[in-house]
């Protein structure tokens, strides 16, 4: 529910959005999710903000998790 609502939000607001289904258990799954864990993280979304497309090579922006309206509307400014 979260992630559907946040995706929903950038969305709305045009900002292009990158879903990505960690599912835990695959190989790459679980990788994704300790890496998540050693981030600091403890709840999906995981949001990542970037200028440009992720695969650019480019440093997020601005990542949380969680859905945090306040965030959302910040970027959506």
């Given at each position: 529910m979260k992630c559907r609502l946040?995706?929903?939000r950038f969305e709305k607001a045009d900002i292009?959005?990158?879903k990505i289904l960690v599912d835990p258990n695959t190989e790459w799954g679980e990788q994704?999710?300790?890496k998540f864990k050693l981030a600091g993280?403890?709840?999906f979304p995981v949001i990542r903000v970037y200028a440009g497309m992720e695969d650019d090579g480019?440093?997020?922006l601005d990542t949380w998790s969680d859905f945090k309206l306040d965030?959302?509307?910040e970027w959506i400014k």
């Open positions: 946040t995706a929903e292009p959005v990158t994704k999710l300790n993280h403890q709840s480019s440093e997020a965030k959302i509307r």
